[in-house]
């Protein structure tokens, strides 16, 4: 594998991973987004301006901090549209799909649990 890096930010890494020993090349964008609802819409907007320039796979991946679903939190309040509409605005637009994982859901806990 080759990886090379095309773009960070302070919420991302945006790489080209590319196979030696095949045909095989992808973008991956790595996330490690803000807790502040306020602070994460520059990784939206920049998610935003990078997409439309993508003409080969793309997977976006790893911590949101932004729920989706109910399942998406254990425990706590219910997740409510003001906590997801930014994140389903980028999939919406940019006309991505959400892949279920599987594995451990969550690799730590604020001990509210």
Known sequence: M????????????????????????CLLTVIYAKNAREERRTLWQELLRIGPTITEPWCICRDYNSPLLDLDRIGGQHVS?????????????????????????????????
């Open 81 to 113: 549209e003001s906590e997801t509409k930014d994140l389903q605005q980028v999939i919406n637009v940019l006309n991505l799909t959400d892949m279920k994982s599987t594995g451990r859901r969550y690799t730590w806990t604020n001990g509210h649990i």
């Open 2 to 25: 080759t990886i090379l890096i095309e773009e960070t930010h302070d919420q991302f890494m945006h790489l080209k991973v590319a196979s030696k020993s095949s045909n095989f090349h």
